[in-house]
């Protein structure tokens, strides 16, 4: 298994509703990361996780919590959103968190916020 | 901020010519350079670069990296329709973040 799944592919929600996007990987990466991605815009990191541990956290808004609850899993959970966090997200895992190692990028969760 | 320029922003071009890709940068403390392709969804990997003067190639793509002059190109040549995409070159820092360039749209006519 050499790819990284996401789920769901769409997502609308309201801005008060609760929602988590997923992502999975079985390439026994030990470094994932979120990423979003507006349109025409390059993907701009959000969250880094080392070996299950959160270890960058670019300032992103408390509206967005990170979970991995095991070294395959990345959860994203989304509460309160606002229309300005459309766009596409997008989960990515690596070997090791380090330098030397190409980020894998899976297909990403297009979100609207309504 | 550290910044990645890439130019040109967008080009169209038709199916059998080769193409130039370039991600200019105004740093210098990186680990390594990384180029992706996007299509629809998801970047997929095609090369990084840690040395300098060093090509790496992969069928019709190539890219090398000039760490005096601060500029990584990508070649495609002999282009085709699967060729059009964004292109987006990508620095890693070392510290676990990429900062990606703002990305050449390509467009390979038939």
């Known amino acids: 298994d050499t790819e990284v799944t996401q789920t769901p592919k769409h997502l609308v929600m309201g801005m008060t509703n609760k929602k988590s996007l997923k992502c999975e990987q079985h390439m026994g990466h030990r470094a994932m990361y979120w990423y979003k991605q507006k349109a025409k815009k390059p993907p701009e990191l959000m969250f880094v996780?080392?070996?299950?541990?959160?270890?960058i956290n670019e300032s992103v808004p408390s509206r967005f919590s990170p979970e991995c609850p095991n070294s395959s899993l990345l959860n994203l959970h989304l509460h309160a959103l606002q229309p300005e966090d459309s766009a596409l997200y997008l989960c990515?895992?690596?070997?090791?968190?380090?330098?030397?190692?190409?980020?894998?990028f899976g297909p990403g969760t297009r979100l609207t916020v309504t | 901020e550290d910044k990645v320029v890439q130019s040109p922003l967008s080009l169209v071009v038709h199916e059998g010519d080769t193409v130039t890709l370039n991600c200019s940068y105004e740093v210098t403390n990186f680990r390594s350079l990384l180029w992706y392709k996007q299509e629809k969804k998801a970047p997929t990997f095609l090369f990084m670069l840690t040395s300098s003067g060093i090509e790496k190639k992969s069928g019709r793509l190539s890219s090398i990296l000039d760490k005096k002059e601060l500029f990584s190109i990508l070649n495609i040549t002999a282009t085709q329709t699967g060729d059009s995409a964004i292109y987006l070159c990508a620095l890693n820092f070392g510290n676990e973040k990429l900062t990606f360039g703002t990305g050449t749209r390509l467009t390979i006519i038939p």
């Open positions: 996780y080392s070996y299950e541990k959160l270890s």
């Open positions: 990515a895992s690596s070997p090791a968190p380090a330098a030397s190692y190409e980020q894998y």
